[in-house]
């Protein structure tokens, strides 16, 4: 069962709407206080205004310094919201994939780099990422989205395996389709692979509640992603070759 989270400092990135938002909803319900940030300041005042908590707009990858002081000098839970669904492949502009790898990726390491010092020193801190089963598998038509989430995944395992005897608790959810703009963005893609089975913003947020209660490192808000993942491990060829197939019924409905 996961401890009380009533008074605990919690910040959430990403936090003016989809999964952040519902994250924030959460987590304040349960009595935390809660710094919501977001790019969108506006966005961030709003969610935070209906929770009771504190906006701290701007730049993910920046605001652990702002959000602990707007806390009372600790973070007890950060959860690394904030993503770009970058599409495109291997031809994407070089700031595409430049701007996906840090936001997906090197926002958590800066993130990490700031809590770890004082979360080592009382001995607990916990670590929210949000990555994607892209993370785990992949995503047709998303490279810099897909790639950059196999590097949030993999920073967040390496976080839980060198720091969990601190005390540093670590969670990976990793959805599939959200009903969020970030899905509408992905268009026929989006449409063919994630859509049929998308949930709701607060379905992620109750997921992880669960995960926290069971001490998971892995949320899969998709159950259904574990076979996924172990047919992926399991029979590699078999797996791409399925993946491949999708890709082609993609490519049929974009001619």
Sequence with gaps: MVETLQDKAVVVTGGGGGIGAALARR???????VVVNDLDGAKAKTVADE?????????????VPEAREALGGTVDVYCANAGLGSGGSEAAPEEVWAAAWDVNVMAHVRA?????????????????STVSAAGLLTMIGAA????????AYAFAEWLSLTYRHHGVKVHAICPQGVRTDMLAATGTAGDLVLTPTAIEP????????DGMAEDRF???PHPEVAAYYRARAETPDKWLKGMN??????????R
């Design 218 to 220: 892995l949320v899969l």
């Design 202 to 209: 607060d379905d992620v947020a109750a997921a992880l509640f």
């Design 27 to 33: 987590f304040a319900a349960e009595g935390a206080r």
């Design 51 to 63: 929770i009771g908590g504190i906006a701290v707009p701007g730049d993910a990858s920046t605001i």
């Design 112 to 128: 990490a780099h700031e809590l770890l010092p004082d979360w080592l020193e009382r001995g607990s801190g916990r670590f929210v």
């Design 144 to 151: 810099p989205y897909s790639v950059t989430k196999h590097g």
């Design 245 to 254: 197939h999708i890709q082609q019924k993609w490519e049929e409905t974009e």
